[in-house]
Each structure stands twice: as structure tokens, then as C-alpha cells.
């Protein structure tokens, strides 16, 4: 089975950017949907940024419309977000997912990664 794989997280300072990609473990994207979530420690999982591979259809969290941006490259090897104007709050674990769809309890996925961590420091 196809696994996903994140990199691109880190520690950086309020204000910094950073770009997380996102990667099949074989072959590249096709015609799925991706996403890509946060979780941080005691909080409920987030919905961040959404493409669809198929059509380029783009949906943001409002958390983080206007500072971050999900894209794909020509060949759809890789699913990219790029973070800019980071904040302490935005401390989390990152990952991505497939298979996504939405529904009436949110944004669902039929698998993911294992995650990146991005740290905020003030």
C-alpha cells in the first residue's frame, strides 16, 4: 500500500517561513484529493489547506487563509505547504492525507502520514 511521506518541519522563530512537502512512498500523486492537518498536543485535529489533483480545486482552514499555501508541481510528485508569517500557535504535528472528502463532521481521509514537527518559537 502507498504510504505518504512529510518532510520540511522544524524549529523557527515567530514570523519565519517554512515549506512542508509531501510525498507518495511510490510513484506520484494521481487524481487524489490531499490535504494537509495539524494536530497539536491536547487539541483536536485541524483542517488546513485541501487540493484537488484532478481540477486544482483549493479550500484553506480560516486559520491560516492568507499565510499558507497548498500546491502540487506539474509531474504531482510531491504536495507542498508552503507557512509563511509563522506563529507560536501554529505549533503542531503536521501530516498529510489522501482520499479526502468532505462531509457533514468535516473533512475525511482514507489514509496519511505519519507527520512533521513544526515548532514556533516566540
Known amino acids: 500500500q502507498v504510504q505518504l511521506v512529510e518532510s520540511g518541519g522544524g524549529l523557527v522563530q515567530a514570523g519565519a517561513s517554512l515549506r512542508l512537502s509531501c510525498a507518495p512512498s511510490?510513484?506520484?500523486?494521481?487524481?487524489?484529493?490531499v490535504a494537509w492537518f495539524r494536530q497539536a498536543p491536547g487539541k483536536e485535529r485541524e483542517f488546513l489547506a485541501f487540493?484537488?489533483?484532478?481540477?486544482?480545486?483549493?479550500l484553506y482552514g480560516d486559520s491560516v487563509k492568507g499565510r499558507f499555501t497548498i500546491s502540487t508541481d506539474m509531474a504531482k510528485t510531491t504536495v507542498d505547504l508552503q507557512m509563511n508569517t509563522l506563529k507560536p500557535e501554529d505549533t503542531a504535528v503536521y501530516y498529510c492525507?489522501?482520499?479526502?472528502?468532505?462531509?457533514?463532521?468535516?473533512?475525511?481521509?482514507?489514509?496519511r502520514g505519519q507527520g512533521t514537527q513544526v515548532t514556533v518559537s516566540s
Open positions: 487540493i484537488d489533483l484532478s481540477n486544482g480545486h483549493l
Open positions: 511510490r510513484g506520484t500523486f494521481t487524481s487524489d484529493p
Open positions: 492525507a489522501a482520499g479526502v472528502t468532505f462531509s457533514r463532521v468535516g473533512p475525511q481521509y482514507e489514509y
